[in-house]
């Protein structure tokens, strides 16, 4: 933690702003000239994407990483509930995507939509970072819990909604003008800035996001 005593010069790491800022700081620091501030990927992966549904769909992004996950995660029935109000309105698939500790959650929720007549797929740990990439900006719309694929989304320009809890929107939220934050605003949220400081065991923040505030996004988003 007293690293900094081998520099020179030091730049304030605050949690009052974007995390991207306080990278941009150090850059501003030593003079370097800063240029556009939302990111951008620009996808130049020429090979044929098989695995990807000829089919318009919605992503959904399920699994927050980290010891934290369980205060950034939304129950899987209200997962099921927009899938059905989307599919059933916009006739739309559903597309899930993680990594390979996420798989057979992942295929579950599949198996079950199709129980309800939703067309869905899992490509949870089945498909490359490229080809996660590619198979974001297809879609009509990311819905997501605040993780990397969050950053993703915004960062090709898709439609997102994020559902954030127990962390800052402010500081770790989606950088994109095509992004929705939705949270329930609770006095409590948000509670952690690194991800381990704290000692919930009850996110009411998360479980008092309703299917329906998601849904009235969702509408707008698509329309």
Wanted: proline fraction near 4%; include cysteine; aromatic fraction near 8%.
């Amino acid at each position: 933690m007293y690293r900094h005593y081998i520099y020179d010069g030091v730049v304030e790491h605050r949690d009052n702003v974007h995390e991207l800022d306080n990278y941009r700081s150090i850059l501003q620091y030593v003079h370097i000239p800063l240029k556009n501030y939302e990111p951008d990927i620009s996808l130049n992966y020429e090979e044929p994407l098989s695995q990807i549904p000829n089919v318009p769909y919605v992503v959904f992004h399920l699994f927050a990483g980290g010891a934290s996950a369980n205060l950034r995660s939304w129950e899987n029935e209200k997962w099921s509930q927009l899938a059905k109000k989307i599919s059933d309105a916009y006739g739309y698939a559903i597309v899930f995507t993680g990594g390979r500790e996420d798989k057979e959650k992942s295929e579950d929720m599949a198996n079950s939509l199709e129980k309800i007549n939703v067309q869905a797929y899992s490509f949870s740990g089945k498909i490359s970072l490229a080809e996660s990439v590619a198979l974001v900006k297809k879609a009509k719309l990311l819905v997501t819990v605040n993780t990397g694929i969050m950053h993703i989304g915004a960062a090709v320009g898709v439609p997102l909604i994020a559902l954030h809890g127990a962390t800052s929107d402010k500081r770790w939220g989606p950088l994109s003008s095509r992004a929705v934050i939705i949270k329930s605003d609770e006095k409590c949220q948000p509670c952690i800035s690194l991800g381990f400081e704290s000692k919930c065991n009850d996110p009411v923040c998360m479980q008092n996001i309703t299917v329906d505030m998601v849904w009235k996004v969702v509408q707008e988003q698509l329309s």
